[in-house]
């Protein structure tokens, strides 16, 4: 293990270019776990509807078929909410350390916006959307909506785990609900969304040729075609290239760029204090029994 954070420290300080690819292991190694686990937070955001229903998790209780628009809407506006005021994880302030002064740029199929509160807007790329947004379900139009102050309004309005129907979000032009702006089968893949995709590729373009890692972290195998696969393309093709791998399940590596790669199997925030040099005493070690399981249909 030493021998390949030394490896990897290397190979980030002689960088010309470092492509981070972000998912919900960086998330959840910051203790953000809800989405697939029963712990507090869960609790907290579905209220009685956890029994009500009987889902454990909050993507469990997403795609439950059982609770009303209501009902729905209140987890929804729960979970929003909290994403805006949560803590900032760990993992991203350790990373915001680790790429300080480097000419990076971020890809991430996370949606908790949590890249957001340590890099900047510009330098980020979100593949499958963000909670603080909303759009038309239909897509009627091609707008999404920053919902921060409605998120707070609605919030105030839920009685016994439900939004009243009168006051959900409706499209301004339809009068459909609203949706979060996130990767479903409505998801608006727009202008916005293709100027986010436009930036990552001309920063790819702009580095192809140069000394560039490719530094993947917590990307498991629920959608590898977003991060996983473009990146071990992308390694296999450039010849400086170097691909870099954290994850306690999925730090897979092809035979085919196995001499560019280097795969730590192992707690995303662990990996990342050792790295900068930082004592890891009081973290705990993620149970690999408990991470999300991508065999799962979600």
Partial sequence: MNKQI???????????????????????????????????????LAGSLENKYGFHSFFDGLYHKGPTRGERWALLLRTIKYIYDCHTGETYKDLAELLNGKN???????????????????????IQGDWRYWQCSSPCHDEIYHNESMVNKL???????????????????????????VRSYGFLQGDFYQKEMERYRNFLQKNANKKTVFLELGVG????????EPFMN?????????????????????????????????DVALTLKRLLGKSTDGIEQLDKTLLFNPSRIY
């Avoid at 998912?23 to 609790?43: I, L, N, P, R, T």
């Avoid at 990076?104 to 979100?126: C, L, M």
């Avoid at 959900?168 to 459909?176: D, W």
Wanted: glycine content about 4%; hydrophobic content about 40%.
């Fill in 234 to 266: 992308m390694v296999y093709q450039w010849n400086r290239a170097t691909y870099i791998t954290i994850n306690p399940q999925h730090a897979i590596i092809p035979k085919e760029i196995a001499s560019k790669s280097i795969g730590i199997n192992d």
């Fill in 155 to 181: 919030h105030a309005l839920i009685k016994n785990d439900s939004l009243p129907e009168s006051y959900i979000p409706r499209c301004p032009h339809c009068e459909q609900d609203m949706a979060p702006w």
């Fill in 6 to 44: 030394k490896e990897i420290r290397k190979k980030i300080e002689e960088a010309e270019a470092i492509v981070v690819g972000g998912a919900s292991g960086m998330s959840a190694a910051s203790g953000f776990k809800f989405y697939y686990q029963c712990d507090e937070v869960f609790k907290m």
């Fill in 104 to 126: 990076y740029y971020i890809a991430t199929t996370n949606q908790d916006a949590q890249f957001y509160r340590t890099f900047p807007a510009n330098k980020i790329t979100q």
């Fill in 221 to 228: 195998m629920m959608t590898p075609m977003f991060i996983k």
